[in-house]
């Protein structure tokens, strides 16, 4: 049995999750904040600014789904397996506005093998849900942790 698989859940899941965000441009650029992880779940809050608006003063589908995707990616990747989106969905269910801060939350409804699925949820703050995600993910070769990173975690 190699360390990786000796380290709590909890606490693979959270190095997993800041291995993630310490790359990942995206989701800081767009002003995300990693709230919640846990194995195979992930919560992440996100101001909805003018330059995520579409013509219409909504929301723009594209930063909704960007979110969504997020909150996904870091679900699917609390078990130290490097894991990407094989198809996901969207529906966008209530428009969001400038100002409005949306919370994702994602959640695994199966994992099998190399294959899982996940359910995101997209909500604003008065609790009114503007969006569903399901997204399908697909582990492939690779960890996001090295075996040095969880050594030194074990010594703390």
Known sequence: MDQMTTMPPQELAEACAQAMWDGDSTSQKL??????VAPG????????????????????????????DSAFAFACN??????????????FLAPGTRGDR???????????????LYDVQVVREDGTIIAEFRGHARTVKGTLLSSQTVAKSDDV
């Open 31 to 36: 002003g995300m904040k990693l709230e919640h």
């Open 41 to 68: 779940e992930a919560v992440l809050s996100m101001m909805l600014t003018e330059a995520m608006t579409n013509g219409h003063g909504n929301a723009h589908g594209g930063y909704l789904f960007t979110l969504a």
């Open 78 to 91: 609390t078990y130290n397996q490097i894991t990407v989106a094989q198809n996901c969905a969207i529906t």
């Open 102 to 116: 949306l919370t994702a939350s994602a959640r695994e409804r199966s994992r099998s093998g190399r294959s899982g």
